[in-house]
């Protein structure tokens, strides 16, 4: 059946061409220009799939009518006619899909509507123009709670000559499109499991968790710019396969069921020039600033301060045993404690020894009150041979409060009164989830949340392991009175949280009208900051805090993957792109690279606020001793961080060539040096040096030596530092 044109036009000079069948049905959007650049493949139709969950299909899209709006933009209006094909998203207890008989199978209609709204906005110091489109779903008697739409996004038509720039936590940061090579933002359960059936452990990502909140793609032609001002719970698939020209973006909008879904309106931007990699990438950093800045202040959560973290049980570990019917840890080598003496030991013999080495904060194991605490010393005798004894780890919280097994809030406030002396924040580690043996979930049961077969959701664990909690119920003020106390009682600075993707993003509650979970889970985050837990970081890509997680560094895979590391998380994509480290705390378990390259990248990382953390040492080697010791240059790097953060608080730019990186704000600049750097109208005399050979006068202008961190004032420059 051929397919006709008809080609809406929106002010700022935007052609959307709709997609028409002959006999009046909607088959998507085709081209698309804004100035006459295209900005997808004319070829491959953006396409809507909705459904609702007890078995309606909507197939096919039939337009009615085109109705201009007041700014000028137009309104499609549609029927959607659904086809009952009776299989419905609810499982059974055998994860089989419910079915829902009906007596007829005869499509139904509901009404659709599609906005398209033309745009202006400056960011970056560029002006950009485009559009935004957002759906209306109604019915009077049909819910839904999800839409899906395809598209594919390519300037100029083909993403070949194009570069992505899409920092996430399980794919390369940088990705230069070509039509041979694959990118994928899925989270793989390995890397050589790329297609295959269950290669995926999960695909749908969750944006701001998974990946960055916002779509970022410069070339020849511009910069293309996809994202949500009203950002609510998303989840998202980027994917370029081999031998496809094109970039797919697929964005599934997850809201509670309702007879009426309006998603949240995307926005697709452009601005024209053919930027130098370095300016583009200042552009993307601008919009990270401004796109996340702006999820934050929709749920009043302030940014959170990326500074030196002693992770113990992710870098400096520890070691177990049961002795004397006593679980202890070893802190150091050789030293072991009782498990009730823990976190005394810890004040006393690992907090002075990580002040001297130059962090600012430290955060333990997690000493809150676990089915370790509750059940871990039990045996399965102890109590008869029938019966359920399943004990998990410590992340299997029941209270967020310091257990009386690890020597309780008094033994807590000892360590936080210890750290302050020292200088040091200290911290913890939080979960978007709970254990199922949990008191509170026997008495509160709708604070577990449900999946779609009707168990409580456990993330990829398992039920019997954990129970992701409920944060739109009652759970989020228990959970914060228990954190109130903490500070309150014992002090507490700030928080990681953990499996943020997995656990508290990705899951909707089948047992309260499919809600997800962003909007509630930020919101308590902006409680505890009222309070004075100020500062975040996640398990996740995320807008709400710092990212902070593992990676392995396979070598361009010519080591095996590790077990602990799910999916491609794979530090070779970003040891050649440490600027894209922003703001991002990465701990690698094991690192096969010499230490001159483990120096020189991390120090390249702290220019742009990231930091590199090497783990313990092991067979691939590592630099980190079992007594708490680090290398010289790491400890020089700290140093360096510490003295030039306080001036990177500002608005990052890159030097052309990779030369360094600059951070100015009212208080000056900071220029941290990778190369030999000219700084013309600037006097040797009115440069602090923080590290590194001292600024000289060469031919007229002021030369930074490379590898050195400066501090100068304002003035203006021919370069843009």
Partial sequence: MSIHTTTVTLPGDIRIELLISPDGFFRGIGAITVRGVPLRNAEVPLRIQMDTHDGILYTQLRLREIVPLADGGHELRLV?????????EILDDYAQSVIYPTLSDAAVMDDLRIELRPLRHSLGGHEWSGFCYRLHFRSDTRQVHRALIHATWELGGVITGNTVLCPGQCNQPVWRGTKEAMFTSACLRALHMYGQLHGNSFQLGPRAGMCQAFDFQHGPHGVLLGFWPEFDGLSSLLESRSGEDVLHVLDEYRLPLANELVTPAKWILFTPGNLPEHEARDLWWDTAQAVHGGIRQRFGVSASRMLPEGPFHQGFGYETRIHNNKLQLALRAGQWVDHPDVIDAYAEQVLPRLAELGFKRFKPEVVTESDVTVLGMQRKLDHGIHGDLHCASVCATQRLLPAEFWGGLPAWQRMYERGHSLGLQIGHWIGAHISPRAPILDQHPSYRMIDALGFPAGGGYGFHTLNVANWNSGFADWAFDDLRRWKEEAGLDFLWVDSYSNLGMLQINYADHMRPQYAAFARFLARLQQIGIRDFSFESMSALGCPSFGMTDLQGAQRAQRLDVAGQQDFGWWADEPDMICDMHICLHDIPRSAAESERLQFQAMASRG???????????????????????????????????????????????RAGVVWHSDAGRCIWTFTDVDVPDATAATIQLLHGQPAVVANGSVRLSAGGVYALPNLVTRLPI
């Fill in 611 to 657: 930091m590199l953390h090497y783990g313990r040492s092991s067979e691939w080697g590592g630099f980190v001793s079992r007594d708490l010791d680090l290398p010289d240059w790491w400890r020089r790097n700290l140093a360096i961080f510490n003295r030039a953060e306080p001036l990177m608080h500002g608005v990052r730019r890159l030097l052309p060539d």
């Fill in 80 to 88: 959607a006619l659904g086809l009952p094909w009776g299989r419905g």
